[in-house]
């Protein structure tokens, strides 16, 4: 599975756009960057929605997979990270029906 990180790269070295010219467009340090495709830094959401409209990518997708990230980064070192995905996806649909 890609990360979001794997994925920026892997469509812009696609694109034939190097690394500080998509940093340009994005306003940021090729080295801020390079850290968030290497996963070594998470982005703002604000900063994936840009990535997207630069890179032609779906939003929705490429948000989604922040997410993901997000998620795994929070639970993956925890002892009942598993559990609590589990637990938490009964709340949201719980959260959900009462809206």
Do not use: H
């Not at 995905?85 to 959900?96: C, G, M, N, R, T």
């Amino acid at each position: 599975m890609e990360t979001t990180g794997q994925i920026v790269r892997q469509t812009r070295e696609k694109k034939g756009m190097l690394l500080r010219e998509l940093a340009a467009e994005l306003e940021i340090d090729s080295a801020i960057l390079s850290k968030i495709e290497r996963g070594d830094r998470r982005p703002p959401k604000e900063l994936i929605v840009k990535i997207a409209l630069i890179l032609n990518l779906n939003e929705k997708e490429l948000i989604m997979s922040w997410l993901s990230d997000k998620i795994v980064y929070e639970i993956s070192e925890e002892e009942f990270g598993l559990e609590a995905l589990k637990l938490a996806e009964k709340k949201v649909k719980y959260f959900a029906k009462k809206q």
